[in-house]
């Protein structure tokens, strides 16, 4: 079975400080993997996804994940933190033989970046 | 949010009564989805499908249904028989062909039901 594990309820950082909001995931086979973000009452927008090449992919906003099949991870980094990179952070997957099946996300992390 | 929209945004009903939601998008995805969002628990699967008149079941299906006689429309009913319907609930779509393709979401619709 597919899951997506976000350890972390709520990460806390300093303005322009770096930040990291960490994932893990199990799949039966190879991984497509996605960040999302969410504001209140709003819909998620899409961040980046990795689907294969180069482990660091980069996306929307300054953000960039790593990808590690070793450990099972797909964290969500930024060099520098901006107060309006306030919000709630989702990691999903999806198994590349599944196509058109609906993607698995984890439960969500709460980034809170103080000025 | 574009390509895909929810209405209306916010939703009341008193227990017991059915109510729809509307799922429309114009980015001519074959498949849909619908998710329900609670604090603290992430998005859960109600239902989902791939392709016109054929849909399945997510992991939370008790209490809802759905139907898909359009490619662009995906409406959601709450029945009376969900026992906890106020929630966040979020529609999406995707390409069908290949599962590289990230889902686009719509906006959501608050259902309160008291």
């Known amino acids: 079975a597919q899951s997506v594990a976000q350890p972390e309820d709520q990460v806390n950082v300093a303005e322009g400080n770096p930040l990291t909001v960490k994932c893990t995931y199990s799949v039966s086979g190879n991984p497509y993997l996605f960040w999302y973000v969410q504001y209140p009452n709003r819909g998620l927008q899409f961040l980046l996804k990795y689907i294969t090449g180069d482990n660091l992919v980069k996306g929307s906003y300054g953000f960039e994940a790593e990808f590690n099949k070793s450990q099972t991870s797909f964290h969500l980094k930024k060099p520098s933190a901006l107060v309006s990179d306030s919000a709630l952070y989702f990691c999903?997957?999806?198994?590349?033989?599944?196509?058109?099946?609906?993607?698995?996300f984890g439960k969500g992390t709460t980034l809170s970046v103080s000025s | 949010d574009g390509g895909i929209t929810q209405s209306p945004k916010y939703l009341f009903r008193k227990e017991g009564q059915n109510v729809t939601l509307s799922c429309e998008q114009n980015?001519?995805?074959?498949?849909m989805y619908w998710y329900r969002q609670d604090p603290g628990q992430g998005l859960r699967l109600i239902y989902y499908s791939q392709i016109v008149n054929d849909f399945q079941k997510g992991d939370i299906a008790e209490g809802y249904s759905v139907s898909r006689e359009k490619k662009e429309s995906f409406p959601l009913t709450v029945t009376s028989a969900q026992k906890n319907p106020t929630a966040f609930y979020l529609c999406?779509?995707?390409?069908?062909?290949?599962?590289?393709?990230?889902?686009?979401f719509g906006p959501g619709t608050r259902l309160t039901v008291t």
């Open positions: 999406a779509s995707s390409m069908r062909e290949g599962a590289s393709g990230e889902q686009y």
């Open positions: 999903a997957v999806r198994d590349i033989n599944q196509a058109g099946t609906a993607l698995i």
């Open positions: 980015l001519n995805h074959d498949a």
